[in-house]
């Protein structure tokens, strides 16, 4: 399998360079997951950090990648078809009416 040299950058892993490894696409994979073995005998600390470009001038394309730490750990993000019903999550798509108030539409 062919691996690219990949910066990291913020967190515990910052300035260091890992070999990744690629996909068919050329690209390595859009949220990498470094799990950091417990002295004390518990669970792992997995360390989560996302790919982003490394020259934002560049297009995405032809892009090199680094990765950047995401403290908060990666979001799961579910597929968006124009079929699906609409999230209805605290800090999803806000709804078209405001407060659940009838429009002119609704008759």
Known sequence: MKSEDTPFEGGPMDGRVLPVLVGMTGHPPKIYRIPVPDPDGGPPTVLVYRRVPR???????????????????????RLRWPWSKPDT?????????????ADDADG
């Open 55 to 77: 020259d934002h001038r560049r297009t995405v394309a032809f892009a090199r990648w680094k990765y950047e730490y995401a403290p908060g750990g990666a979001s799961r993000t």
């Open 89 to 101: 999550t605290p800090g999803g798509r806000p709804d078209t009416t405001p407060g659940g108030k």
